[in-house]
């Protein structure tokens, strides 16, 4: 039997954002799916240790990436790979969080369409005839997880550590993976946490943007797959 994987959606997400990776990889292994509630990133990644098999690989996203850099922190023995999708490692700056701060503020006044969409504007995607559609799924994933939800994923993001430490320590092949167009995690950041580790590699994925397992799940796919059924990295 082949390694389990555990999927960790990003902010205001659910299973939907990872369904052709779960697919395709799901042949031949067990794969979950991790939607903790917490407004830490530390609290996110107790519950998921706490779900998840006794050793696993992670594939996480934005801030599923950022829990999943926890897990590896708090128990690098469970984790045997790992991939990171626009996932930043560094803690959120003060103008950052002080814009996540304004969107908040909206949600709470009923504008939870319009943070959403100041999250993930539509530039950030790449500009294929499916962009609208995937904006409207993610507008459809967040409304069933709700504003509470939403508020405590911000506050998350907000208060997320540095996890600079946590890359350089890692013994375990990683694969990070960039959408070509990421305007929410640009390509630099993703480089620089590569750089840090020292078993991993970077993908960029073309005709994508911040959402690559969605906008080129084929390539996507190939990529994971490639990497979970290759050999371990020395770099």
């Known amino acids: ?44 990644s107790e519950q998921a240790l706490n779900a998840a098999p006794e050793r696993f690989a992670i594939v996480g996203h934005g801030l599923g990436g950022n829990v999943a850099l926890d897990i590896l922190r708090r128990a690098p023995e469970r984790v045997s790979r790992l991939i990171l999708l626009a996932t930043d490692p560094l803690s959120e700056p003060p103008q950052v969080a002080a814009t996540r701060e304004a969107r908040m503020v909206a949600a709470k006044a009923g504008r939870l369409k319009q943070a959403i969409a100041d999250d993930v504007p539509e530039s950030a995607l790449w500009a294929s005839p499916d962009r609208e559609a995937l904006q409207l799924l993610l507008r459809d ?23 600079q430490k946590t890359l350089r320590k890692a013994e375990i092949p990683a694969l990070f993976v960039a959408g070509e167009h990421d305007t929410v995690v640009p390509l630099r950041r993703q480089e620089f946490a590569r750089d840090l580790m020292p078993r991993s590699v970077l993908k960029v994925i073309p005709n994508s943007g911040h959402l690559p397992m969605l906008e080129n799940p084929e390539a996507v796919c190939a990529a994971i797959e490639a990497f979970l059924n290759g050999p371990m990295i020395l770099r």
Not at 8 to 21: E, H, K, S
């Open 1 to 44: 039997m082949k390694e389990p994987i555990l999927f960790i959606p990003g902010l205001m997400q659910d299973a939907r954002v990872f369904l052709p990776q779960m697919v395709t990889l799901g042949t031949g292994r067990f794969v979950s799916v991790f939607t903790g509630d917490g407004d830490t990133v530390e609290k996110l």
């Open 141 to 163: 994933m967040a409304y069933g997880l709700g504003e509470g939800v939403y508020l405590r994923q911000c506050r998350a993001l907000q208060r997320r550590p540095d996890q």
